[in-house]
């Protein structure tokens, strides 16, 4: 990991120098635009030289500032992580992704009969996000869940970094009252019926890690039967 970080740091420094090198071709071709329609003594190149190196300095040195600026903005977002893993309302929860009116949503469907749906949106109720005596900035929500079986897997949210600002059990207090109050999630007597949930769906992934395995190597799927039936 270190030497991946201090790669990483030699790149970064073989941007910002790539940046200066464009800045100055870029100042010059500014330049040379200017004397076409305006053109210098050619007598005096003492006096293009300083004009030429002080274009130069003059674009470089504002390029530097601003992806400095940028990255000290960049500095201001924390970004958290929440893995979940627990069992939801589906119905509940798609009313409470409908009501956040989503940004973007993507849905994703796997041979294990999974409906995987990933929603995003920004936060607008502030009220929400407050607990007394500490600063909230309302965050930017991406949310993982699996709508077939009603199963939430992660949560990120990006926030404004602020003084005195909440910390991130705070922020996904905020998050699980919410979805408690909308009825999305069960409460901690259904733990049971979590861990059948989880079982379940191992069971449906490993079923089909089989049968995709049993197609690589040439053969037939073998199919279940049916057990109400019994064919």
Not at 28 to 34: E, P, V
């Amino acid at each position: 990991m270190e030497d991946a970080a201090k790669a990483s740091e030699r790149g970064s420094r073989a941007l910002e120098i790539m940046q200066i090198i464009l800045a100055g071709n870029l100042s010059f071709d500014i330049l040379d635009r200017y004397s076409q329609e305006n053109p210098m003594d050619p007598d005096n190149p003492v006096m293009w030289f300083l004009l030429s190196m002080g274009m130069f300095f003059l674009t470089a040195l504002t390029l530097v500032n601003y992806s400095q600026r940028a990255a000290a903005a960049a500095d201001k977002v924390l970004m958290m992580k929440f893995k979940i893993n627990r069992v939801v309302d589906p119905m509940k929860m798609q009313k409470f992704v409908e009501s956040r009116d989503p940004d973007a949503e993507a849905y994703e469907t796997m041979q294990t009969k999974n409906d995987i749906r990933k929603i995003c949106w920004g936060e607008s109720d502030a009220a929400a996000w407050k607990i007394p005596g500490r600063q909230a900035s309302i965050p930017d929500m991406v949310l993982l869940y699996d709508h077939n079986f009603g199963f939430l897997f992660q949560v990120y949210m990006t926030v404004m970094k602020v003084d005195n600002m909440m910390t991130d059990k705070e922020y996904y207090a905020c998050f699980e009252n919410q979805l408690r109050e909308e009825g999305v999630i069960f409460h901690e007597a259904e733990t049971g019926r979590e861990a059948s949930m989880i079982k379940l769906i191992d069971e449906e992934i490993e079923e089909a890690a089989e049968k995709m395995s049993q197609l690589n190597e040439g053969g037939e799927v073998e199919s279940q039967p049916d057990e109400e039936s019994g064919k």
